[in-house]
């Protein structure tokens, strides 16, 4: 038993360095950018940067579009799938991972071809028309975290029963999902959100590729033409990613009781 | 049946190849309290859900009140449904779990604060309206799920085996409360158990169910004491069934196990030589402690079991065993295992059931 616990303490430290010593590492580096002395300069020199305000702006912006609109996309497809089409629920699950499958420049290249300014639905031809495009890609992206956080979160409830109940006192399907489902599973809703946003916030590939101005685009552009700055900027979008992670452990605590007490 | 508040009409119901209710024809009264009774698969739940509306029947017809609602949806049928999950909703204190319904009808807040109020005392939890799902019993959360069922003042009130996931004696206090609400309301209720004791003792009439089919409808009295079918009558408390032959069917006698006896509920087209099955309720039998019926027949115990107020005997006539519930008296203890003991019955309390 204590041979076993020796062991475990082992593995768990092996682990920790291993994600650890890289980020104290750029943590470190991040801090040495006046020589022979710790400073905030690097952090100091981005975070006044316009480019910096301008990218975050808007890949904020986008992130918060492509939750909501991921939001309305996969809360009634699931609740509608558990309800009633749970024959359908393999085949959703499995086009929800396909872009955990096909790589972001695939489906990016994809887009563009399908939404160029020589076809039905030119998108590219406007920037606001490859915004939503590029929303659109993000909402596909995410999909795999999105659809899987709120089918788990509708697992935790009876949807079934709850639905039928709300039902037989006049509610409709709107009113339902609106008022007794969506405030059910919210906290698997947000967990999902947050991931999305997680991933969203600094995304290149799909971002480059259609030539918007995001964080991600900023952040690789720094990282070619200077040196102590990346590194802040890493350490900042590390902050952003458990930020949000934390947000979902936090709200957590408050997901709405549903057991039953025995009498 | 002109009177009838719900008429369920030559309802059927198939899943794929499955018909799970074949051709059920009833009609209840208004205010009246039925139960569908019958064992799981038996088709009862199914019609239940019918009559809101959550399943379509595949042929046949629900009229409320002179009004056919097989077409309307659930949310505009106006009925009141309890649910064996309770399903509250759990982001709502229970406040405004009653007064969800009325919400939805767009009752002004005042009414709604009133009702639910009102509901509150009705169910006795006056000063839970703050509170939310997860801090309430078992027994608590039905008791709010019937008063958000009944809030918005529905035609007709729908119980799904309500009382399943209690324990047995919260079981036993609330059928009664939910009995004499249903009473003070007179309110229209349907009520789905497997459980034939809660069936006999809060209805006005129980349905019987078997496979699909009804197998009797009638009221808890004429369901336990005048069976009409084998499976009404085996289904619904316990039952003796006697093997015995016709030796004079003329007279309408009969051989147990070599004892004879005159049975006046014996078919006339039995014939002398056949095999029949007489079946009789266990209080209907009696040890012959001096007193004797019209029947009276020799066996030997086979099993005493204690229960309190009452002891239940086995007692061997020979091939046929009789079960005889006796009541509990101080004074005389009750025979022992091994002792030959007499028994006797009244031949009306006899029934020859058809197979």
């Not at chain 1, 305000?53 to 996309?73: D, E, N, P, R």
């Amino acid at each position: 038993m204590k041979q076993n616990r020796t062991w475990a303490w082992i593995v768990f430290i092996v682990g920790a360095a291993y994600f650890i010593i890289p980020l104290v590492a750029t943590v470190v580096f991040s801090l040495r950018m006046r020589r022979d002395y710790l400073s905030f300069d690097a952090y100091t020199s981005v975070l006044f940067d316009k480019q910096f305000h301008a990218t975050f702006g808007y890949s904020l912006l986008i992130s918060l579009f492509t939750v909501v609109v991921g939001l309305i996309v996969t809360v009634p497809a699931a609740y509608l799938v558990r309800l009633r089409l749970p024959q359908l629920r393999p085949f959703v699950e499995f086009v929800t991972l396909l872009p955990l499958i096909i790589p972001p420049i695939i489906l990016v290249y994809g887009y563009i071809k399908m939404y160029n300014t020589s076809s039905v639905l030119p998108l590219t031809g406007t920037a606001i028309g490859t915004d939503i495009l590029l929303i659109l890609s993000y909402v596909a992206l995410g999909l795999p975290y999105m659809y899987r956080a709120v089918d788990t979160g509708m697992r935790t409830i009876d949807v079934q029963t709850l639905t039928e109940a709300a039902t037989i006192m006049g509610a409709r399907q709107f009113t339902i999902i609106t008022q007794i489902i969506l405030p059910n599973i919210m906290i698997a809703v947000l967990s999902g959100a947050f991931l999305t946003f997680a991933i969203v916030i600094g995304e290149f590939t799909m971002a480059s590729l259609l030539g918007r101005p995001s964080f991600g685009v900023y952040l690789q552009r720094i990282g070619i033409s200077k040196s102590y700055e990346p590194a802040a900027l890493a350490v900042i979008s590390f902050a952003i990613t458990w930020g949000a992670m934390g947000m979902i452990q936090l709200l957590s605590r408050f997901a709405p009781r549903t057991a039953v007490r025995n009498n | 049946m002109t009177d009838a508040f719900l008429k369920i009409e030559a309802i059927t119901k198939s899943f794929k190849d499955n018909q799970v209710v074949k051709g059920v024809d009833l009609a209840f009264n208004k205010g009246e309290f039925v139960s569908l009774l019958g064992p799981s698969g038996c088709g009862k739940t199914t019609i239940l859900r019918i009559i809101a509306g959550f399943e379509r029947p595949t042929s046949g017809a629900i009229v409320v009140d002179g009004k056919d609602i097989t077409d309307l949806p659930p949310n505009q049928r106006k009925i009141g449904m309890v649910f064996q999950a309770y399903a509250l909703f759990p982001n709502m204190n229970v406040a405004d779990n009653i007064g969800f319904g009325l919400k939805i009808a767009g009752a002004p807040r005042q009414e709604r604060d009133a009702r639910t109020e009102e509901m509150l005392k009705l169910i006795g939890l006056p000063g839970y309206g703050k509170r939310f799902p997860f801090e309430l019993s078992g027994g608590q959360q039905q008791r709010v799920a019937l008063a958000r069922a009944i809030a918005p003042r529905p035609s007709m009130l729908l119980l799904d085996e309500p009382l399943s996931a209690l324990d047995a004696k919260i079981r036993v206090s609330l059928r009664e409360e939910i009995r004499a609400i249903q009473r003070e309301l007179g309110i229209t209720t349907v009520f789905v158990t497997h459980d034939q004791e809660e069936a006999l003792s809060i209805s006005d009439r129980i349905v019987v169910m078997n496979a699909g089919k009804v197998e009797q409808f009638g009221t808890p009295f004429e369901i336990y004491n005048k069976p009409q079918t084998r499976f009404a009558a085996t289904f619904v408390g316990t039952l003796n069934t006697l093997d015995a032959k016709v030796v004079d069917a003329a007279t309408k006698t009969v051989s147990i196990d070599g004892q004879t006896a005159a049975i006046p509920a014996l078919p006339a087209r039995a014939k002398t030589g056949d095999t029949v099955a007489l079946t009789m309720r266990p209080e209907a039998v009696s040890l012959a402690n001096g007193t004797t019926k019209d029947i009276t027949l020799d066996g030997t115990v086979t099993e005493v079991a204690f229960l309190g107020a009452v002891i239940r005997l086995k007692v061997k006539l020979g091939e046929n065993i009789v079960a005889l519930d006796t009541f509990n008296d101080q004074r005389s203890p009750p025979p022992k295992y091994g002792e030959a003991v007499k028994v006797t019955l009244s031949g009306s309390d006899v029934l020859v059931l058809e197979a």
